[in-house]
T-cell receptor
């Protein structure tokens, strides 16, 4: 089945540790995105990638890093510089930046 | 200023009722998205529309580009429709770089 897989669904980390969230898609999409969702707020764009080996900062990129070494994969690293990392993180992909996006199931990160 | 406003924020309905969720936006757009988020968090894209009306099963989405307004309707609502419904519009020409509303939490009681 084609789709977007995020893992794990729940993730716990100690404050000060970096953590990497996985996002894999087998839809052959060029574009991939990472969003963050906080209670009572709309989703906000962290980073996006239009094509392999290219990525751009979104609205709230500080404290995050990404890589796009393969078309299928767009991992997000939450670094210790991110002041409020506890949130729900959603990955999405689309054929191109101008076509409809498809979303993963999300990863809920809790930093204690 | 929120560029995408949804109303109501919360909605409780009885099974079978007709539901309407509204979305207003301030930016010029080429298309608008309606998304559904279930309690587990995963998001499903319901509609992407740029004009008129689209229908899928019991869901109907309409958009008025001139008035910068869209509505999502659910006919014969069912408890399994309980979810958060989110409206989103693209930033610039990119359908993937979206501005999201805060969502409408719908609860349908049996």
């Amino acid at each position: 089945d084609g789709g977007i897989t995020q893992s794990p669904k729940y993730l716990f980390r100690k404050e000060g540790q970096n953590v990497t969230l996985s996002c894999e898609q087998n839809l052959n999409h060029d574009a991939m995105y990472w969003y963050r969702q906080d209670p009572g707020q709309g989703l906000r764009l962290i980073y996006y990638s239009q094509i392999v080996n290219d990525f751009q900062k979104g609205d709230i990129a500080e404290g995050y890093s990404v890589s796009r070494e393969k078309k299928e994969s767009f991992p997000l690293t939450v670094t210790s510089a991110q002041k409020n990392p506890t949130a729900f993180y959603l990955c999405a992909s689309s054929v191109t930046m101008n076509t409809e996006a498809f979303f993963g199931q999300g990863t809920r990160l809790t930093v204690v | 200023k929120n560029e995408v406003e949804q109303s109501p924020q919360n909605l409780t309905a009885q099974e079978g009722e007709f539901i309407t969720i509204n979305c207003s936006y301030s930016v010029g757009i080429s298309a608008l998205h309606w998304l559904q988020q279930h309690p587990g968090g995963g998001i499903v894209s319901l509609f992407m529309l740029s004009s008129g009306k689209k229908k899928h099963g019991r869901l109907i989405a309409t958009i008025n580009i001139q008035e910068k307004h869209s509505s999502l309707h659910i006919t014969a609502s069912h408890p399994r429709d309980s979810a958060v419904y989110i409206c989103a519009v693209p930033l610039g020409g990119s359908q993937g770089n979206l501005i999201f509303g805060k969502g409408t939490k719908l609860s349908v009681k049996p």
